[in-house]
């Protein structure tokens, strides 16, 4: 920020009138679009996105004769804008007259005089940009957030306020380096690290937001929480010892509205486990659209096999109907009603099919063994991409700022981009092979059973966190004439399973087949039989699932 713009807009508007007064302009009382007085309290002049355009368009319409500013500078850093716009305010009839830097505009000296001004402007706003550069590729070299400030969860040490500016801090001799430390005292760290774990097994955002605001946790701007500030908190990944900053290899022109962003390892300590930031990544990236609130235990992850859209839950009739239906959208989507407890009743079929299948083909098949992964090998070449970019970065820094001849730095460049794609490329299959690889079907039994014998006692969230443990979707596929079908698409390593849903008559006997069934325990066809001895209206029920068989 520059030093003139902490001059108190008092003083400027007392400037601004002084110079209407001398001139014979009128300004009209009270701020803009109702009045004539435009205030762009901490906005970049480096951008012409400020409310100055509106003022610009009205010397254009006719309804304003000029533009009063305290500096020249007011009117922009940018030596692009500043000649297009200059030149529209001109075209137009209106003039830029600055206050504390009157010149006559009309005449090639008062012109050079106002270039000249403006180009320092530009230089002042350009030199300043370059040490903020610096500033923060020191801060992100040691770890530290680019830009400080607070995060919820932690407490910031070897920071004091500053004296004259709340939004600013000082240096603390007494507290030694800056740091940031998990806030344990207040259990703000405790909090945060259950906002990912509850998340992993609800996805829902609107219930960790009322959970902060019940137990008196506020932003650190000192509001509410809302299910969108819980979002951002939780992508920002600080909890998990890292820092999002813009992509080094994007070129925009608007960082802080890009979304292309990357990690990079922060100096705190995490609050959350490294596992757990990747189950949480995974669940943020695999659902755009998440619900406000869990209605159901299949919210989120049960959709139409036909359309591919989301089913929609009737209240009234327990049942679910396709998002386009529900939508009135007729042309895309059918009827596809699907009874909420023949749904329940036909995944349950399927996982109590499923279980003793998955054992039995355990017992004969051998183990393969797991592959060797070389995480120090893929840490280090991390470390030296990041280090390489780091290098080339410094370089074109030095080349902009005219402390390098082009020959050296076309030289270094060349060399530093040759190594970096050598690192990637070394990098890319070790980052193939270091994703999290699908669960072990084996693994998947536990729940299964967890879930078909202890389903009546469960409650909503706790049959959905089991759910989004080895089930990716449910799909309901409901042709116009005939039965309708569940679709299991698993989490671990198998096929997806179709079963077909039962009539109303018959799921009360279905549910309790289930339950009995896994109360025996027995071997897979044992289980399978009595299942299928106690159902024998395959009729309208379709007893087994196709890939069961009978």
Known sequence: MMLEEKISPAIQRDAIEALAARRGYYIPPGAWPHGGWIEDLDVSGRNFQRTIMAAISQVEKGAAKAILVWKYSRFGRNRMGNQLNLARLETAGGELVSATEEVDATTAVGKFTRGMLMELAAFESDRAGEQWAEAYQNRLARGLPPIGG???????????????????????????????????????????????????????????????????????GGLPWSAETVRQLMDLGFAAGLLRIHDPECRCHRASRCQRRVFRPGAHEPVISDELWKRFLKLRNAKVTRPSHSMHQFTGFIGCWHCGGGMHLIRQQKGFICGSRARHDDEICGSRFASMQAVEDALLQVLAAWAPEIETAAETCEVAPQPVRLDSNLEWLRKELARVTTDLDRQTMQFARGLLPEDSYIRVRDELLAERDRLQDALEPGEEADEEPKMAARDAVPVMRGLVEEWRTLGVLDRRALLMQIVAKLEIEKPTHGPAWLWVHPLFEAEPRRMRLAGRAQLDDVKEAVLEAMRGRGEASTAAGELLRVVPTSRDLGACSEQAGS
Do not use: I, W
């Not at 906002?195 to 137990?215: F, I, K, P, S």
């Open 150 to 220: 607070e995060y919820f969860g932690y407490v910031r040490r070897g920071r004091q306020p500053h004296p004259l500016d709340p939004k600013r801090t000082l240096r603390d001799p007494s507290d030694g380096e800056e740091r940031y430390e998990p806030d344990t005292k207040s259990g703000a760290a405790q909090m945060l690290a259950g906002c990912y774990e509850t998340y992993v097994g609800d996805q829902n955002y609107a219930l960790l937001a009322r959970r902060l605001n019940r137990r008196g946790f506020t932003t650190e």
